[in-house]
């Protein structure tokens, strides 16, 4: 079972955003050996929460929930993250679920966009999301822009 709770950065102890940032950057960073600036300057930002997923103690998933304008025009989703050993048993499937659920509670009836890696438009597909731009590379790394009407 996992427990999943939403919080803006405000109400994020120090010992969830250090597993946060430590997850965040294990994945995107050491994994898909890509060195970039993980700390963006947009965790801080009125209006964004930080949905995070425990299994016991440990964090194994996590996204970033941004109001509309802060990213995008639209509400976004990004960070989107889970831990390499939780994969496999639909994690992150849950987690875009859970990450859809919240901005709804948070945001009624928006439109959500998010920045996708190309490879992962299928599972974002399979969620309503429809490609809305052409490829583009970010970090070294194709994506291509998608958004689910609400």
């Known amino acids: 079972m996992i427990n999943w ?3 803006p950065f405000s109400q994020l102890t ?4 250090y597993e946060m940032l ?13 060195p970039y600036p993980e700390l963006d300057g947009k965790d801080t930002l009125e209006g964004v929460y930080h949905l995070l997923g425990y299994q016991g103690d440990e964090l194994i998933a996590c996204a970033r929930l941004l109001p ?15 831990k390499q050993s939780a994969r496999g ?7 875009l679920e859970q990450a859809l659920q919240h901005c709804q509670q948070l945001w009624t009836g928006q439109t959500i966009d998010i920045g996708a890696q190309e490879h992962l438009m299928a599972f974002y597909a399979s969620h309503g999301f429809e490609v809305i731009s052409e490829s583009y590379l970010e970090d070294g790394i194709p994506h291509v822009d998608m958004r689910r009407v609400s």
Do not use: K, P
Request: net charge negative.
């Open 5 to 7: 709770t939403a919080l």
């Open 14 to 17: 120090t010992t969830q955003l």
């Open 68 to 82: 509309a304008g802060t990213t995008y025009d639209n509400v976004s989703i990004g960070r989107v993250v889970t």
């Open 22 to 34: 430590r997850l965040r950057v294990d994945v995107f960073v050491v994994e898909q050996t890509c």
């Open 89 to 95: 048993g639909g994690l992150g499937h849950e987690l």
